[in-house]
């Protein structure tokens, strides 16, 4: 069934105390319009009208869409006058899905709910039921059960005010119609604003039938109104990302310290110890152990590697069984074969560590292809940038690079040669030579040490 969405996204926010508009503040890593826009457009909506306003070229720049249409709201005047201005864009023939910018969480499978429920109806409605609905417009049902009203707090009667049903917001309707309730709108009210809700009343006033959906979880309606609601959908999202891994196979140490930021893909048996974060896309073999306080971002990592705690992977590939940390850094095009191992406080950049090569200590590898069985000393770098230009360094199979040791690049150490600790390379190595580069030793016999002056 073709349908469109209309997202309303003009407010300032003020209370998020921003020079942000408020849509664009991230949840999970994404802006929250940008999550609703990315939900519908996996159900095959063919347009999206993004109702705009404050920050609107913050929002340009930010928020993308393959069917999107900027929808510019000047004056902010109410909720049936944002959707007003993109009634043009609205087909006749086709149902429209009214959402709020603000509301970050709503799921695809509650709004094919909502989708579903519009099929039998005129005009479907996604309501909630909360346990203390104070200051909310209450939905009012016919002996039936159909929709009659929505009814604000502060209008209500006591009878009406025991009803724990309330107005979401977001709502469906034929195109037509709503363009025909959009033009009978009256600001006649305090405000002087148009109010999306008083469709509700035009619709059964003209006995229209308007039924309601409901989500599986409150927060999804949820908007945001300052950073504290923030915060709560952010833990909300975590929550349910968590819940995910551990049904997909993975054991989280504490579900409530893990922040996904993309998508994790995991096999059976993953780990995942506390506090780590997990950025783009992110995928994780069989018997993955992701030790505490680790970073991934678009990575993948091979059955049984293990990542152990406060190292950062950023565009990496860890082969099976390999090791990565304490305290490691794969930059992007770092890439490691099967077993291999790099320890503390070592960084790979655009370099790759053959089938069980090792670099322990305190190392740079940046634009360097190191061989098979390579074995590569503490504190070894490879000199790859000249201040204008970036070379490649290469190290051949069972290579053996002394600890301190400066590997200038361009340049060649051939498969099984042998670096001595505290050299300089600049030429290239033989297979199986020994290069030293380093000043000769002098020991000069009863030196004075200096004295402290007086």
Same mark, same amino acid.
Do not use: W
């Given at each position: 069934m073709a349908f469109s969405v209309v997202v309303?996204?003009?407010?300032?926010?003020?209370?998020?105390?921003?020079?942000?508009?408020?849509?664009?503040?991230?949840?999970?890593?994404?802006?929250?319009?940008?999550?609703?826009?990315?939900?519908?457009?996996?159900?095959?909506?063919?347009?999206?009208?993004?109702?705009?306003?404050?920050?609107?070229?913050?929002?340009?720049?930010?928020?993308?869409g393959n069917n999107l249409n900027w929808c510019l709201q000047a004056e902010q005047?109410?909720?049936?006058?944002?959707?007003?201005?993109?009634?043009?864009?609205?087909?006749?023939?086709?149902?429209v899905l009214i959402l709020v910018g603000d509301a970050p969480l709503i799921r695809q499978q509650t709004l094919e709910r909502l989708v579903?429920?519009?099929?039998?109806?005129?005009?479907?409605?996604?309501?909630?039921?909360?346990?203390?609905?104070?200051?909310?417009?209450?939905?009012?049902?016919?002996?039936?059960?159909?929709?009659t009203a929505i009814v604000e707090h502060k209008d209500a009667t006591d009878e009406q005010r025991a009803i724990n049903e309330i107005n979401t917001g977001m709502m469906m309707m034929n195109g037509a119609d709503l363009k025909r309730w959009l033009k009978a709108l009256s600001n006649d009210n305090a405000q002087g604003e148009y109010y999306l809700t008083d469709v509700i009343a035009m619709a059964a006033a003209q006995g229209k039938?308007?039924?309601?959906?409901?989500?599986?979880?409150?927060?999804?309606?949820?908007?945001?109104?300052?950073?504290?609601?923030?915060?709560?959908?952010?833990?909300?999202?975590q929550r349910w990302n968590a819940e995910t891994l551990m049904h997909g196979g993975a054991t989280l140490a504490d579900p409530a310290r893990i922040d996904v930021r993309g998508s994790v893909t995991t096999g059976s048996d993953v780990f995942i110890d506390v506090n780590c974060v997990f950025e783009g896309e992110v995928? +994780? #073999?069989?018997?993955?152990?992701?030790?505490?306080?680790?970073? %991934?971002? *678009?990575?993948? &990592?091979?059955?049984? =590697?293990? !990542?152990?705690?406060?190292?950062?992977?950023?565009?990496?590939?860890?082969?099976?069984?390999?090791?990565?940390?304490?305290?490691?850094?794969?930059?992007?095009?770092?890439?490691?074969?099967?077993a291999a191992k790099v320890g503390n406080f070592v960084e790979?950049?655009?370099?790759? +560590? #053959?089938?069980?090569?090792?670099?322990?200590?305190?190392?740079? %590898?940046? *634009?360097?292809? &190191?061989?098979?069985? =390579?074995? !590569?000393?503490?504190?070894?770098?490879?000199?790859?940038?000249?201040?204008?230009?970036?070379?490649?360094?290469?190290?051949?199979?069972?290579?053996?690079?002394?600890?301190?040791?400066?590997?200038?690049a361009?340049?060649?150490?051939?498969?099984?040669?042998?670096?001595?600790?505290?050299s300089v390379i600049t030429a290239n190595v033989e297979d199986g030579a020994l290069a030293i580069a380093r000043g000769k030793q002098r020991n000069i016999a009863n030196w004075p040490r200096p004295k402290k002056k007086s």
């Open positions: 309303l996204a003009a407010g300032k926010g003020t209370r998020m105390k921003s020079a942000l508009p408020k849509v664009l503040h991230k949840v999970g890593g994404v802006a929250m319009v940008q999550r609703i826009i990315n939900t519908v457009e996996q159900m095959q909506a063919s347009a999206v009208h993004l109702v705009y306003g404050h920050g609107g070229d913050l929002l340009r720049q930010h928020v993308s005047l109410g909720t049936g006058h944002a959707v007003q201005q993109a009634a043009d864009h609205v087909k006749d023939d086709e149902d579903s429920v519009k099929q039998q109806c005129d005009l479907a409605l996604l309501t909630v039921e909360l346990p203390d609905p104070t200051g909310m417009g209450r939905i009012v049902r016919s002996a039936d059960g159909n929709i039938v308007i039924q309601a959906a409901q989500p599986d979880e409150v927060v999804e309606t949820e908007g945001v109104n300052n950073r504290v609601h923030l915060a709560k959908l952010e833990r909300a999202l995928t +994780l #073999g069989d018997n993955v152990v992701i030790g505490p306080n680790c970073v %991934l971002k *678009d990575c993948t &990592v091979a059955d049984n =590697a293990v !990542i152990e705690a406060n190292s950062m992977l950023d565009q990496a590939q860890v082969g099976e069984a390999c090791t990565v940390g304490p305290y490691a850094r794969l930059r992007p095009g770092a890439i490691m074969h099967k790979m950049k655009k370099a790759v +560590l #053959g089938e069980g090569a090792k670099a322990n200590h305190l190392t740079y %590898l940046g *634009d360097a292809e &190191v061989g098979e069985g =390579a074995n !590569i000393g503490a504190g070894t770098i490879t000199c790859n940038y000249d201040g204008v230009n970036k070379s490649t360094t290469q190290i051949g199979k069972n290579a053996f690079i002394g600890s301190n040791s400066a590997l200038v361009p340049v060649s150490i051939a498969d099984n040669a042998t670096v001595g600790a505290g």
